[in-house]
């Protein structure tokens, strides 16, 4: 490959939300270049932002990594494209095509052009699906689950993420000058934008609903338990381990937590600020299994350890500070 080519920052995934997200914040500083991938269109830039080019186009499509490969040399990839939770489990097949197949495609262009001097960072947003709770009563004793318990994953999309953080840190290993770090992120709420496609989607669907004013349909029973994380807490948490030194880091996947909320928590706190909120219960089964098997809180000692995890919300400021007043200003310009 030729060594004239741009040295970039590489997303995939990067029209999805944490994709948008990441690419505001790294337009605040003044790193190299960054290039996108996406299926979607995805139209950022202007003065001063340093994205460069979207290629539109299918992460498995190799035609789209040969252009782009021919124009520039990727030092840093945030591997965020994947089909999520809900969705991969009702199409099965193109799920582990992307999140298993096009992950470990990325991986071996990413090892191909890293060299033991001057190595590749890749980043891989993996999730708290990789863990699997038996049953209600493991999952209250489990909390909060610390990074090597309860790896038993319930869903395809979880077994996919926990495949792609081995391969990464097998690839790693193996000493071609990849750098694999990987997040477990809990559900993250933003907001700016709504999720699609995943489990851990009521949450922020029942609070931007609260604000449109419109009546909200809850999937999930009033008890289910997830750990949530604001949006921009994620995405510094993100950015803090990909630029990060390696010797600080003494795992490969690590965990980043959030307040631990149910359902009916989530209501009664939402109501506080949009006292006509209604909610109905009309359970998905196979959506509320899925979040009885995750965890309800997560242990993020070793990301404040290593890399300085600190997330700038608690249970009450994610939405007094965060959720009410960004979403507020959404919907009506208040
Ligand atoms: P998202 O669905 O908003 O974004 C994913 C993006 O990937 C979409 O824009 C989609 O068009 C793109 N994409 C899908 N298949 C593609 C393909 N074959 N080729 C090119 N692009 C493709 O999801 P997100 O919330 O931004 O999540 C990003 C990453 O973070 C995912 O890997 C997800 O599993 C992980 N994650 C997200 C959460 C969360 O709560 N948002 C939690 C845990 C992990
Ligand atoms: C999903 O619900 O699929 C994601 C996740 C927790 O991985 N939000």
């Given at each position: ?10 997303i ?31 139209s ?5 932002h ?8 299918d ?5 789209l ?31 582990h095509?992307?999140n298993?197949?096009g ?26 699906a990789?863990?699997?709770?038996p049953s209600?009563e ?22 996919q ?12 290993r ?35 609903a609260?604000?449109r ?38 795992r ?10 149910s ?10 600020d ?19 098997s ?39 310009g208040?």
């Amino acid at each position: 490959m030729s060594g004239e080519r741009v040295p970039v920052t590489l997303i995939t995934g990067a029209a999805g939300e944490i994709g948008q997200a990441l690419l505001e914040r790294l337009a605040e500083g003044r790193g190299e270049p960054v290039v996108t991938v996406d299926l979607r269109p995805l139209s950022v830039g202007g003065p001063g932002h340093p994205h460069r080019e979207h290629f539109q186009g299918d992460i498995l499509d190799p035609a789209l990594w040969e252009k782009l490969l021919h124009r520039y040399r990727p030092t840093l990839i945030f591997h965020l494209a994947a089909i999520l939770s809900t969705r991969a489990e009702s199409v099965p097949v193109l799920a582990h095509r992307v999140n298993a197949d096009g992950a470990a495609r990325l991986l071996a262009i990413a090892a191909d052009c890293a060299t033991p001097d001057e190595p590749l960072r890749f980043v891989f947003p993996s999730s708290i699906a990789v863990y699997g709770l038996p049953s209600p009563e493991s999952k209250e004793a489990a909390a909060p689950v610390s990074e090597d318990e309860h790896l038993d994953p319930a869903t395809l999309y979880g077994a996919q993420k926990l495949y792609v953080e081995r391969l990464g840190a097998t690839i790693e290993r193996l000493g071609a000058g990849l750098d694999f770090r990987a997040v477990r992120l809990p559900g993250l709420i933003s907001s700016d934008t709504l999720p699609q496609g995943g489990t851990s989607d009521w949450a922020p669907e029942l609070i931007h609903a609260a604000a449109r004013g419109e009546p909200y349909s809850c999937f999930v029973n009033r008890g289910a338990r997830l750990p949530f994380c604001a949006m921009p807490d994620a995405v510094e948490g993100i950015l803090r381990l990909a630029f990060r030194g390696k010797a600080s880091l003494t795992r490969t996947a690590y965990n980043l937590g959030g307040p631990s909320l149910s359902a009916a928590e989530i209501i009664a706190r939402v109501a506080r600020d949009f006292p006509d909120l209604e909610v109905r219960f009309r359970l998905d089964p196979a959506r509320d299994r899925i979040v009885a098997s995750w965890p309800a809180a997560v242990d993020d000692g070793a990301a404040r350890r290593d890399f300085g995890f600190a997330p700038g919300h608690d249970e009450e400021t994610l939405f007094s500070r965060y959720l009410i007043p960004g979403i507020r200003r959404r919907y009506d310009g208040s």
